[in-house]
């Protein structure tokens, strides 16, 4: 079983950047895809980003293109989301998934493992 704990997360003024971190607890996270999701009080969870196994494929929902960035470290098992030109509208929940399948997938259905979230908050 894999465990994921997301980091990085706080409050931050519109404009500002922040950089999350997911970090697995097993070397099979590298040869799994991962996704970042967000959860607003009372919004369902959306996807973020994406990256597969080799950072070789990106996905960004279109609300963040140009403006965050996926990647990652597989010696360090872990996986970034640069978050730059922060709005208000960002703040959430963040979360990471593991997908083993590498399916590089929007839904979070297709997600097998994920963390517990970390906190965004941008003040306008």
């Known amino acids: 079983q894999v465990q994921l704990v997301e980091s990085g997360g706080g409050l931050v003024q519109t404009g500002g950047s922040l950089r999350l971190s997911c970090t697995a607890s097993?070397?099979?996270?590298?040869?799994?895809?991962v996704g970042w999701f967000r959860q607003a009080p009372g919004r369902e969870r959306e996807f973020v980003a994406a990256?597969?196994?080799?950072?070789?494929?990106?996905y960004y929902a279109d609300s963040v293109k140009g403006r965050f960035t996926i990647s990652r470290d597989n010696a360090k098992i872990t996986v970034y989301l640069q978050m730059n030109s922060l709005k208000p509208e960002d703040t959430a929940v963040y979360y990471c998934?593991?997908?083993?399948?590498?399916?590089?997938?929007?839904?979070?259905?297709?997600?097998?493992?994920w963390g517990r979230g970390t906190q965004v908050t941008v003040s306008s």
């Open positions: 998934a593991a997908d083993p399948t590498n399916r590089l997938t929007t839904v979070s259905f297709g997600y097998d493992y």
């Open positions: 097993e070397r099979a996270f590298t040869s799994y895809a």
């Open positions: 990256i597969n196994w080799s950072a070789s494929n990106t």
